[in-house]
T-cell receptor, first 114, second 115 residues
Framework: ETGVTQSPTHLIKTRGQQVTLRCSSQSGHNTVSWYQQALGQGPQFIFQYYREEENGRGNFPPRFSGLQFPNYSSELNVNALELDDSALYLC?????????????FGPGTRLLVL | AQSVTQLGSHVSVSEGALVLLRCNYSSSVPPYLFWYVQYPNQGLQLLLKYTTGATLVKGINGFEAEFKKSETSFHLTKPSAHMSDAAEYFCAVRGEVNTGNQFYFGTGTSLTVIP
């Protein structure tokens, strides 16, 4: 069984640029959630995708967007990067709510915005 | 709305001593509660979870937690700390259906184990 993987592991961007982060879900999981973890904080929910559709969104601006592909992998896109976007971005995969409740996390992508 | 509060951002224990990490939750529906551990520069690993049924749940690495509805608590314990337990611990509650199935995390407790 393959766990959740994310790429890249680290990324450095400058303010105003755009970034794409990638996530492959655990085998058999069709739901992917993205979280932002700022330094010294707990993860904050960005959004969730189920069957290629957004299935819930946290308190993040529209410049945070995502995609889910038929193979259930997912991308997180952030436009017009700001310094405060520097954080660890975590992807979590799970089964649909009615079938399971546990989210399994990947190792994260650490983004630094200069 | 759901939320969790972790009391104590830093906890230090001696090797072999009891570990107690505190978590209180707020939920308008029966909660699903989780503890995750995060080692430096890594993602989150599930330690244990409470959904329904037995209120004392056992997890990996000798950790356990007890769901107490009357106290709205879900504290994490381990009888004897090991050096390898040093990490960041997060308590989380699953959101209601209308929240998109998100998890709400606490701010974390950093556990230091003193040799």
């Amino acid at each position: 069984e393959t766990g959740v993987t994310q790429s890249p592991t680290h990324l450095i961007k400058t303010r105003g640029q755009q970034v794409t982060l990638r996530c492959s879900s655990q085998s058999g999981h069709n739901t992917v959630s993205w979280y932002q973890q700022a330094l010294g904080q707990g993860p904050q929910f960005i959004f969730q995708y189920y069957r290629e559709e957004e299935n819930g969104r946290g308190n993040f601006p529209p410049r945070f967007s995502g995609l889910q592909f038929p193979n259930y992998s997912s991308e997180l896109n952030v436009n017009a990067l700001e310094l405060d976007d520097s954080a660890l971005y975590l992807c979590a995969s799970s089964l649909p709510r009615v079938f399971g409740e546990t989210q399994y996390f990947g190792p994260g992508t650490r983004l630094l915005v200069l | 709305a759901q939320s969790v509060t972790q009391l104590g951002s830093h906890v230090s224990v001696s090797e072999g001593a009891l570990v107690l990490l505190r978590c209180n939750y707020s939920s308008s529906v029966p909660p699903y509660l989780f503890w995750y551990v995060q080692y430096p520069n890594q993602g989150l690993q599930l330690l244990l979870k409470y959904t329904t049924g037995a209120t004392l749940v056992k997890g990996i690495n000798g950790f356990e937690a007890e769901f107490k509805k009357s106290e709205t608590s879900f504290h994490l314990t381990k009888p004897s700390a090991h050096m390898s337990d040093a990490a960041e611990y997060f308590c989380a509650v699953r959101g209601e259906v209308n929240t998109g199935n998100q998890f709400y995390f606490g701010t974390g407790t950093s556990l230091t184990v003193i040799p």
